[in-house]
């Protein structure tokens, strides 16, 4: 079985930082490209980064120069560096990955940015 388990989210103060993890489990994680998705409270679901098999990144252009995705194959594990919180990044973040003809998706975990 396919396992996703994000960790890391948390209360922080706008301008503050956050690193959430995404340990993996059931795949060839180097393999595999992994995705992080956002969802604020009643707004749709949206693409926050990638990160491809051969480390080619991509970011959401909200999020460009302030957030950076890593993996650790070893680790079979993907992280989100948050730099420069804003209330707007607030939402449940959830990683994602397209494996064996399915999207597989962690259950997420919560960043809120607030004084």
């Known amino acids: 079985q396919v396992h996703l388990v994000e960790r890391g989210g948390g209360l922080v103060q706008p301008g503050g930082s956050l690193r959430l993890s995404c340990a993996t489990s059931?795949?060839?994680?180097?393999?595999?490209?992994m995705k992080w998705y956002r969802q604020a409270p009643e707004k749709e679901r949206e693409f926050v980064a990638g990160l491809s098999s051969d480390h080619r990144a991509d970011y959401a252009d909200s999020v460009k120069d302030r957030f950076i995705i890593s993996r650790d194959n070893v680790r079979a594990t993907v992280y989100l560096q948050m730099n420069s919180l804003k209330p707007e990044d607030t939402a449940v973040y959830c990683c994602t990955v397209s494996a064996r003809g399915h999207d597989y998706w962690g259950r997420g975990t919560q960043v809120t940015v607030s004084t």
């Open positions: 059931g795949i060839n994680f180097r393999l595999y490209t």
